[in-house]
């Protein structure tokens, strides 16, 4: 993954584009917030997780919905986008930790690099 981010950084877009190829989950790039979403939608298998991932400073996505500010970070419940799922199959389920907007795999909202620290998620769409 390394040398492909190396390669995009760079702008060496042939480059980049070969070492994907060779890769068994090849990384997307797309400038489009809802093309990522679906994508990452459709990777997603059972309770694995996917979440928006972006820099504290990237103040340019806030035309996509998505905040990155101190004063919002800073109050959002942080337990709950790591924690609690984003659907639920069970018939006898109470939904306290389900079906929740602030799930990381509902792609509602996006961590910064201080939220996750630590913590892994499966699949991410870096904004």
Request: aromatic share 8%.
């Amino acid at each position: 993954m390394s040398k492909w981010v190396d390669a995009v950084l760079r702008g060496d877009h042939s480059a980049a584009k070969d070492i994907a190829n060779q890769m068994s989950s090849p990384p997307v790039l797309s400038g489009d917030i809802s093309t990522v979403s679906r994508w990452l939608r459709e990777k997603r298998r059972g309770l694995t997780r996917a979440g928006l991932v972006a820099s504290s400073g990237a103040a340019m996505l806030r035309p996509d919905g998505l905040e990155t500010s101190f004063d919002f970070h800073q109050r959002f419940e942080w337990e709950r986008w790591f924690l609690d799922r984003d659907s639920c199959e069970e018939a006898d389920c109470e939904h306290k930790y389900c079906n929740d907007v602030r799930a990381s795999s509902k792609l509602e909202v996006a961590a910064t690099q201080f939220e996750i620290q630590g913590l892994e998620l499966d699949w991410i769409g870096i904004c």
